[in-house]
């Protein structure tokens, strides 16, 4: 069996921790280099509940997409709720490694995924300098009625759904993804030329801009269910490093729903 060293070496190099952004904390939180690795565990978020299922399951490792301390901090007390997960952790021996906007910008990575759960064809980068999102072709075409459905029954169900603006009738040929939070992406999606967009966290002001701009069809889902296919690639390209290493790991992928909604009230559609 691989000692955590190994198996973070093999997934600094799926995910470099320099490509992650300045402002990013990405990488081992807690473990010991020399611990044996035999089972790990794959999530969105590290929060108490990723960490109680890791205990049920025997995990030694758990990999999350999101960071558990991104803006830093002075104290691990166990008195606050981050502090309770260090705790947990290491007080069952195990580690917790992140990768985040390294994720985002790998190939494969987070959007790659995402498209791989709606079947669309990638094209290409989003933004070919960074790498992040993807263009997709939609094959064959639908409308965006279609497609917003389409979303809705291949992503994990949320509170919030599927939110969908623009002409539902609309033929939806391309179309470019982003997981996690994209409308700082708006001006690549313009650029792209591309019939709609998928991505999660859309604000007020920038989908109305965006809708005055273009037809642009706009489809916003939660953060989480846009980022969780993520969890299942990762966990196939450490099943096959492991099966290359002859490691035998044991990968498991949390269907813990940690989106922080948990409930919505529909006031009715407005027409």
């Not at 539902?168 to 939070?181: I, K, M, Q």
Request: hydrophobic share 45%; net charge negative.
């Amino acid at each position: 069996m691989p000692r955590l060293s190994e198996v973070i070496a093999a997934l600094d190099a799926l995910w470099p921790p320099e490509r992650a952004e300045q402002w990013d904390a990405v990488g081992t939180v807690c473990g010991d280099p020399d611990a044996a690795v035999t089972r790990v565990l794959f999530a969105v978020d590290p929060v108490q509940e990723i960490a109680d299922e890791a205990i049920e399951l025997g995990a030694d490792l758990i990999v999350t997409h999101h960071p558990l301390y991104l803006r830093g901090t002075t104290t691990v007390a166990a008195g606050h709720f981050k502090g309770r997960v260090v705790h947990t952790l290491i007080k069952h021996d195990i580690a917790l490694h992140v990768a985040h906007t390294n994720a985002d910008t790998a190939d494969p990575g987070v959007s790659d995924a995402l498209a791989g759960a709606l079947d669309l064809r990638v094209t290409g980068p989003l933004v070919p300098e960074s790498g992040l999102g993807r263009i997709c072709e939609v094959d064959p075409p639908e409308s965006l009625r279609d497609f917003a459905a389409r979303a809705a029954k291949r992503l994990p169900a949320t509170a919030q759904g599927i939110r969908v603006a623009g002409d539902l009738d609309a033929l939806v040929r391309t179309v470019a993804v982003s997981g996690g939070s994209g409308d700082s992406l708006f001006d690549a999606v313009r650029a792209a030329g591309v019939d709609a967009f998928l991505t999660a966290d859309l604000r007020h002001h920038p989908a109305s801009e965006a809708a005055q701009h273009s037809r642009l069809g706009l489809i916003d889902a939660a953060h989480w269910a846009t980022e969780w296919p993520w969890c299942e690639l990762a966990a196939a390209q450490l099943d096959e490093i492991s099966d290359r290493h002859g490691w035998d790991l044991r990968v498991h992928v949390s269907t813990t729903v940690t989106d922080p909604w948990t409930h919505h009230s529909s006031s009715g559609a407005p027409n």
